[in-house]
T-cell receptor, first 109, second 112 residues
């Protein structure tokens, strides 16, 4: 059974600092890994998708890396802003998505 | 540009009542999924439908049934609601195993 862990559970940083969010998974037989953002009381917004054959994916200030052999992914958010405050979820895909519990980020102005 | 649409957005039920959560996608996706999200536990898969005409159990199927009505619609039914089923329910779809999942806005369900 795939287990997905996100560390830390919560993170508070001053505006402008870079964010590093970690995700680990136990079974490397995945098709891809997806990072989501979730605002309080809202649905999930897809941020980045990394295929199992890729090492990283970038979108604007966001960069996600994937090391399938070690079962790890990292989401980097450069020059954080208060609008980046949200919960970030990672999910690994085989026939379904297996989710971590998320990292709740607070960016202080 | 609707994507995945869930109805209703909010619902309060009494223990023992039944109800059906509706989900529809307009992206011509083959696969559809139902998840529940509980505090501190992330999202857990209830049921999924890999293609029209098929459904399979996920991690937490007990107390639920599903129907893949057609390619667009995938409904989730609670036959006899229990307080343990109080949760936020998300429907998702995707076009293939290597493609991203797209989520609806969720249904917030409270069972008293």
């Amino acid at each position: 059974k795939q287990e997905v862990t996100q560390i830390p559970a919560a993170l508070s940083v001053p505006e402008g600092e870079n964010l590093v969010l970690n995700c680990s998974f136990t079974d490397s037989a995945i098709y891809n890994l997806q990072w989501f953002r979730q605002d309080p009381g809202k649905g999930l917004t897809s941020l980045l998708l990394i295929q199992s054959s890729q090492r990283e994916q970038t979108s604007g200030r966001l960069n996600a890396s994937l090391d399938k052999s070690s079962g790890r992914s990292t989401l980097y958010i450069a020059a954080s802003q208060p609008g980046d405050s949200a919960t970030y979820l990672c999910a690994v895909s085989d026939y379904k998505l297996s989710f971590g519990a998320g990292t709740t980020v607070t960016v202080r102005a | 540009n609707a994507g995945v649409t869930q109805t209703p957005k909010f619902q309060v039920l009494k223990t023992g009542q039944s109800m059906t959560l509706q989900c529809a996608q307009d992206m011509n996706h083959n696969s559809m999924y139902w998840y529940r999200q509980d505090p501190g536990m992330g999202l857990r898969l209830i049921y999924y439908s890999a293609s029209e005409g098929t459904t399979d159990k996920g991690e937490v199927p007990n107390g639920y049934n599903v129907s893949r009505l057609n390619k667009r619609e995938f409904s989730l039914r609670l036959e006899s609601a229990a307080p343990s089923q109080t949760s936020v329910y998300f429907c998702a779809s995707r076009g293939g195993l290597t493609l991203p999942q797209h989520f609806g806005d969720g249904t917030r369900l409270s069972i008293l």
